[in-house]
């Protein structure tokens, strides 16, 4: 890894190779086209800066990403670098216009079919390795299963581990925004790894509550996405968002107090953001989208933020103290909850041991946290070892 990427207190192996895994929606045109240029602009910033993992799917502008990262990584030395795809959309030619379908401008015509079918599934991971240029990928995720969890974990889940036992796919997991579903399916598959999306941050810690500490106990790594909430937690601007639509006035209040709380120090609110949600032992690495070289240098720069131990001790008087944030107790946003998956209920106040997860503890044993803590990435070995 370049020492671009600061010394963050993490051990990686060959899969998690750093803290950062580049996201590849916002070069698939996610709200607003790129060019092809920009985006080679922006992968070669990743290089330079150490980024060597990159995230993408069929549905990240209907193939665009998945194409422009094969092409910046060609000719690259294979064992360099891990990329990630997903499965569970495939694209056909589309019928009609589509600028701005599903939020992706200047994408080829092609529309998304939903399809978590075993054919499905191979059909998918074979156009995707068209477009990546590649043979194999070293993650495959089934991406978004929400409508489908028993077809997810009785037909594509399997389909996926005779391609992991194969030697096509390295590892293999589910993404979703759902920390419920995802839980659900950790229960039931064995599942390399999990990318959760917006579900452990500054303003939501559901994921702490149920999932991470499953995958602690079986060995699943997690890839933590949406660590700014889809953009309110980079800095609470006017007019920001909340998991891709208008926050609402009374989060952004929050998020607002949390941003002020951070100035006092001179830290970046989204420095914070990002710190907070690596520093979960259960979390092996962010998944961190970009469009341009100067969002890549930003991202790199929070990493290296130093953050003094009363900012975080402030964050967490504010995440405990009924009222310290807004109107809801002091709470976090619990946005997950699907009511058929039995999933646990929340009265607006987080938990002792998620909240001691979400601050660095929380542990039942004290071994536990040793463990965890420990030099080979706090226990993903099943990943590591399925790709060295």
């Keep these: 890894m370049s020492a671009d990427l600061g010394s963050f207190p993490h051990a990686f192996g060959p899969l998690i190779c750093g803290p950062i895994i580049f996201g590849g929606a916002p070069i698939g045109g996610l709200y607003a086209p790129v060019s092809d240029e920009a985006a080679a602009r922006t992968l ?3 290089w330079a800066a150490g980024i060597r993992a990159f995230d993408t799917a069929p549905h990240y502008g209907a193939g665009l990403s998945e194409r422009r990262i094969g092409e910046f990584l060609a000719g690259r030395p294979r064992g360099e670098f891990a990329v990630c795809t997903k499965v569970g959309r495939r694209l056909v030619p589309a019928g009609g216009d ?5 939020a992706f401008y200047g994408t080829p015509p092609l529309t998304r079919v939903r399809d978590y079918s075993r054919d499905g599934v191979l059909r998918s ?4 390795l068209t477009r990546l240029g590649l043979d194999r990928v070293d993650i495959a995720l ?7 969890l028993s077809q997810a974990a009785d037909e594509t889940y399997p389909a996926l581990a005779e391609l992991r036992s194969q030697g096509t796919v390295a590892a293999i997991g589910a993404g979703m925004n759902s920390a419920a579903a995802l839980t659900w399916l950790a229960e039931r598959c064995d599942l390399d790894c999990v990318l959760e999306a917006g579900r452990y941050t500054l303003l939501d810690g559901s994921a702490a509550d149920r999932l991470f500490p499953l995958c602690l106990r079986r060995g699943v790594a997690v890839l933590a996405g949406g660590v700014f909430n889809s953009g309110i937690l980079a800095g609470a601007a006017d007019g920001a968002t909340y998991d891709y639509a208008p926050a609402p006035p009374a989060l952004l209040a929050r998020a607002r107090r949390m941003r002020d709380a951070c100035a006092a120090y001179g830290v970046p609110l989204a420095a914070a953001a990002l710190q ?3 520093r979960h032992p259960a979390v092996a690495t962010a998944v961190v989208g970009a469009r341009s070289p100067e969002e890549i240098t930003a991202d790199v720069s929070y990493l290296k933020t130093p953050i003094p131990d009363a900012l975080w001790a402030e964050l967490e008087t504010r995440l405990r103290r009924p009222g310290a944030l807004d109107g809801d107790r002091g709470g976090v946003a619990v946005t997950d909850g699907l009511a058929h998956l039995e999933a646990e209920r929340s009265d607006g106040k987080i938990g002792e041991q998620a909240l001691g997860y979400m601050l660095g503890g929380g542990f039942d044993k004290p071994e536990s946290a040793l463990a965890h803590h420990g030099g080979d990435r706090r226990g993903h070995g099943r990943v590591v070892e399925r790709i060295g």
């Design 276 to 278: 907070f949600t690596l």
């Design 44 to 46: 070669a910033a990743a």
């Design 142 to 148: 089934i991406h978004d299963p929400d409508e489908v």
């Design 125 to 128: 991971l074979e156009e995707s």
């Design 98 to 102: 589509v600028p701005g379908a599903e």
